[in-house]
């Protein structure tokens, strides 16, 4: 059965070029021409498509181009492992997600920084100093800078030295901070959740966001189902036309 580049393209509303360029990116197997040099594709070449759209979801667009690359250049080993690294990334993000929520469990209303830590600023200080609460985050002192500047973080000035001083509140703040970033939150969307935060005067405002996250994390393990169930279809599909 022949079909030309119009046929594949119409089933998953793309342009012939775009089913061109994936042909010529080694996504799609390599089409035979006419004598007039017309492409001829194949139900093969539509199960290619099939696969790397399917894929598409749940891993991005490098790593499934990536996938359907290994499939026509082999061994199979390489499939295997593009695939299990999208796999231990979800796994990875759920930890992260998990991580997130006790974070923002344990921090209270009122502001209150991680127990058993006393914010490094010495007997006299009145809360945290920089470099104390950028080593207690895993941070630079200059990220927390940068996120001061982007007004997610406001600690106060000490009167007589000039230095940045975190009261609990502005700990509260870099806590919620850090655990978003590691969730892979732009700092744009983090500047108005943290007023929200201040506004309320406590984390509650953050269920929302932490509800919308595990509705993604959801989505993205049900497309790796999916693209998994259609690439294992092309896979098989290719063995029944080498075993022809």
Not at 175 to 195: E, F, H, S, T
Not at 196 to 203: I, K, L, Q, T
Request: charged fraction near 25%; charge should be positive; glycine fraction near 14%.
């Amino acid at each position: 059965m022949r079909l030309r580049p119009v046929d594949l393209a119409r089933r998953h509303g793309l342009s012939t070029q775009a089913v061109r360029n994936y042909e010529e990116a080694g996504i799609l197997p390599a089409a035979e021409r006419t004598a007039q040099g017309y492409r001829v594709y194949t139900p093969l070449h539509a199960a290619a498509l099939r696969a790397f759209v399917a894929l598409l979801p749940g891993h991005g667009h490098g790593t499934a181009a990536a996938v359907m690359r290994a499939v026509h250049q082999g061994p199979a080993d390489e499939v295997f492992r593009l695939v299990d690294e999208s796999h231990a990334q979800l796994l990875e993000d759920r930890g992260t997600l998990r991580a997130v929520e006790a974070a923002l469990g344990g921090l209270t209303a009122s502001g209150g920084p991680e127990r058993g830590w006393d914010g490094g600023g010495g007997p006299d200080a009145g809360g945290a100093l920089v470099g104390p609460l950028a080593r207690r985050l895993g941070v630079r002192p200059a990220t927390l800078r940068k996120w001061e500047r982007a007004g997610l973080v406001r600690p106060s000035r000490d009167p007589g030295t000039g230095y940045r001083v975190y009261d609990a509140a502005a700990v509260r703040d870099a806590l919620m901070v850090r655990q978003l970033r590691r969730g892979g939150y732009p700092l744009g969307q983090i500047a108005p959740l943290m007023d929200r935060v201040r506004e309320a005067g406590g984390v509650e405002p953050l269920a929302g966001v932490l509800e919308d996250w595990r509705g993604r994390l959801a989505a993205r393990g049900r497309a790796l189902l999916s693209g998994a169930a259609e690439l294992e279809a092309y896979l098989r599909e290719r063995e029944r036309g080498a075993g022809s």
